[in-house]
């Protein structure tokens, strides 16, 4: 059996960390959900910006909305939304399958709400009802500015996917603002069905760490933080309160190991995959990562409830001298500038693709 197919054997959902136009053109899309068990995807900036920029997919696109007077964000999130409607499509068996817990594809309010609240909420429900689809996510950075967001698009039934976690502290703080989006649904006699992954980044810890660490402790951190996070996940569906928003039909927020391909070249290029196996998560994964695991990957075992030996490590990465917590704040905060900087890269280069088509369409000067 193909060690992806094994992984959602296990009970981990395994989703892809890219969307393309020509991905859905050519039918590869479809054919990473035939061959390697893909059920999902997710998008960012990061990603968008690269699509855009490598090629002329989307030069048709920009040119018409440009001539239908759309510009800047909103040019863009409409042909962000036309891939995503068409992936969402592709996954919709899945997503009914599953009773609407697997299937989803993701787009991200602008990185630019990542400090505000109010605008984070507006975005979110503009991009859900802009969206059209039932198994579309909403991204909410999960910053202490956007915690407050992520309650109240859940509570208004908005899908969430809470990005940008990098620590168990930041995790259970989104997992926190779930319950009480959920509570407060039912204390309003709503549905309290809402729907919700909790993505944590993994990789980006290692490469933040590994120059302050002995070789041996190299590519440990971020499935420490992992293993911890995975503990602190089943300690709260385990939870009374858990259990009882559970029993009036509650769905759980699903963790995701997000960031998993692997950035040391030193490294195994499965080494994130392999490690995070565990049921009840979802791994969103690189196309090349992906390759890799479907070709050579191999399970080890899946992760402990109690978190295995995460605080052994974690004691001896802080020893070394990492300051782990001030670690998650400064990854959290340069991962919203990241997002930041593509956004803008991702507009200019739309706006630079829109007058240079806008000339090419004019047709050569008149003698």
């Given at each position: 059996?193909?060690?992806?197919?094994?992984?959602?054997?296990?009970?981990?959902?395994?989703?892809?960390?890219?969307?393309?136009?020509?991905?859905?053109?050519?039918?590869?899309?479809?054919?990473?959900?035939?061959?390697?068990?893909?059920?999902?995807?997710?998008?960012?900036?990061?990603?968008?910006?690269?699509?855009?920029?490598?090629?002329?997919?989307?030069?048709?696109?920009?040119?018409?909305?440009?001539?239908?007077?759309?510009?800047?964000?909103?040019?863009?999130?409409?042909?962000?939304?036309?891939?995503?409607?068409?992936?969402?499509?592709?996954?919709?068996?899945?997503?009914?399958?599953?009773?609407?817990?697997?299937?989803?594809?993701?787009?991200?309010?602008?990185?630019?709400?990542?400090?505000?609240?109010?605008?984070?909420?507006?975005?979110?429900?503009?991009?859900?009802?802009?969206?059209?689809?039932?198994?579309?996510?909403?991204?909410?950075?999960?910053?202490?500015?956007?915690?407050?967001?992520?309650?109240?698009?859940?509570?208004?039934?908005?899908?969430?996917?809470?990005?940008?976690?990098?620590?168990?502290?930041?995790?259970?703080?989104?997992?926190?603002?779930?319950?009480?989006?959920?509570?407060?649904?039912?204390?309003?006699?709503?549905?309290?069905?809402?729907?919700?992954?909790?993505?944590?980044?993994?990789?980006?810890?290692?490469?933040?760490?590994?120059?302050?660490?002995?070789?041996?402790?190299?590519?440990?951190?971020?499935?420490?933080?992992?293993?911890?996070?995975?503990?602190?996940?089943?300690?709260?569906?385990?939870?009374?309160?858990?259990?009882?928003?559970?029993?009036?039909?509650?769905?759980?927020?699903?963790?995701?190991?997000?960031?998993?391909?692997?950035?040391?070249?030193?490294?195994?290029?499965?080494?994130?995959?392999?490690?995070?196996?565990?049921?009840?998560?979802?791994?969103?994964?690189?196309?090349?990562?992906?390759?890799?695991?479907?070709?050579?990957?191999?399970?080890?075992?899946?992760?402990?409830?109690?978190?295995?030996?995460?605080?052994?490590?974690?004691?001896?990465?802080?020893?070394?001298?990492?300051?782990?917590?001030?670690?998650?704040?400064?990854?959290?905060?340069?991962?919203?500038?990241?997002?930041?900087?593509?956004?803008?890269?991702?507009?200019q280069r739309i706006a630079d693709k829109a007058s240079a088509l806008a000339e090419k369409s004019k047709g050569p000067a008149l003698p």
């Amino acid at each position: 059996m193909k060690a992806t197919r094994q992984l959602h054997e296990l009970g981990q959902s395994l989703w892809l960390d890219n969307i393309t136009r020509s991905l859905l053109d050519d039918g590869t899309l479809a054919r990473y959900v035939a061959e390697d068990s893909i059920t999902g995807l997710t998008s960012n900036p990061s990603i968008f910006d690269a699509a855009i920029g490598n090629g002329d997919a989307y030069d048709a696109g920009i040119h018409a909305k440009t001539l239908a007077g759309l510009n800047g964000e909103a040019l863009f999130t409409e042909l962000a939304l036309e891939d995503l409607r068409r992936a969402a499509d592709l996954f919709r068996p899945v997503f009914d399958a599953t009773a609407q817990v697997d299937g989803w594809v993701s787009m991200e309010v602008s990185p630019l709400l990542a400090a505000d609240t109010a605008g984070s909420i507006a975005a979110a429900r503009h991009i859900h009802h802009q969206g059209q689809r039932d198994n579309l996510f909403v991204k909410i950075p999960g910053t202490p500015e956007g915690v407050p967001a992520i309650e109240e698009a859940i509570f208004l039934g908005i899908p969430i996917n809470v990005t940008l976690l990098f620590s168990c502290a930041q995790y259970q703080a989104s997992a926190e603002a779930y319950l009480r989006g959920i509570e407060r649904r039912i204390a309003a006699g709503l549905d309290p069905r809402g729907s919700s992954v909790a993505s944590l980044f993994v990789s980006r810890w290692d490469v933040a760490a590994n120059k302050q660490l002995p070789d041996e402790l190299h590519n440990k951190l971020g499935i420490a933080v992992g293993q911890q996070t995975y503990r602190a996940y089943r300690e709260l569906l385990a939870s009374k309160r858990w259990q009882k928003l559970a029993a009036a039909g509650a769905r759980p927020q699903r963790l995701l190991w997000a960031s998993t391909g692997t950035k040391d070249p030193s490294a195994p290029d499965t080494l994130y995959v392999s490690a995070l196996a565990a049921p009840d998560t979802i791994n969103t994964m690189p196309e090349k990562t992906l390759h890799a695991f479907a070709d050579h990957g191999q399970l080890h075992g899946v992760l402990s409830d109690d978190g295995g030996d995460a605080d052994a490590v974690l004691a001896q990465i802080a020893k070394a001298g990492v300051d782990i917590d001030a670690l998650a704040l400064k990854l959290q905060q340069d991962g919203a500038k990241a997002f930041v900087t593509s956004w803008n890269q991702l507009l200019q280069r739309i706006a630079d693709k829109a007058s240079a088509l806008a000339e090419k369409s004019k047709g050569p000067a008149l003698p």
